[in-house]
């Protein structure tokens, strides 16, 4: 029996035996899926390569990538300004104007620049179809700044 047969198989069981306690059969296909070491072949129905964006995606998750990519690229200028605040204290939104601005400016050009933003979606969209095919998360790289 292949995966998609036995996948089939536990949906059928579970449809057919709803008013029933479930059957042996079917505990037992749960049984073999729940320990499995290779990845399941999905139907297709659950592995539509879709790029619509749901609104999460377009108003949350891409934005985040926006920011840590745009943090990545104006380091020099974080780096500045994180150096600025922690030489000057209290003093800092004062002082260290000239380096704030310079850091907005940064971000503001990534933030606005349309072609960013699609290389930021395709890489969204690489990593939500990778994780539909394999269930596995991709962990980001957490960037340390003060910012």
């Not at 592995?47 to 609104?55: A, D, E, G, I």
């Not at 934005?63 to 500045?80: N, Y």
């Amino acid at each position: 029996m292949d995966d998609i047969d036995l996948i089939n198989s536990v949906i059928k069981g579970v449809t057919a035996s709803r008013d029933t306690a479930p059957s042996a059969a079917l505990k037992q296909s749960i049984a073999k899926i729940a320990v499995r070491e290779t990845p399941i072949k999905l139907p297709l129905i659950f592995l539509r390569k879709n790029s619509k964006l749901r609104h999460v995606e377009k108003d949350v998750l891409i934005p985040q990538i926006m920011r840590d990519r745009a943090k990545e690229l104006c380091s020099d200028k974080v780096q500045a300004f994180t150096k600025c605040c922690q030489e000057t204290g209290l003093l800092m939104v004062v002082k260290c104007r000239q380096e704030n601005t310079a850091l907005k400016d940064c971000l503001v050009g990534y933030y606005s620049d349309p072609l960013f933003y699609e290389e930021c979606k395709t890489e969204y969209l690489k990593q939500r179809e990778e994780y539909r095919a394999t269930g596995i998360k991709k962990k980001r790289q957490k960037i340390t700044s003060n910012v």
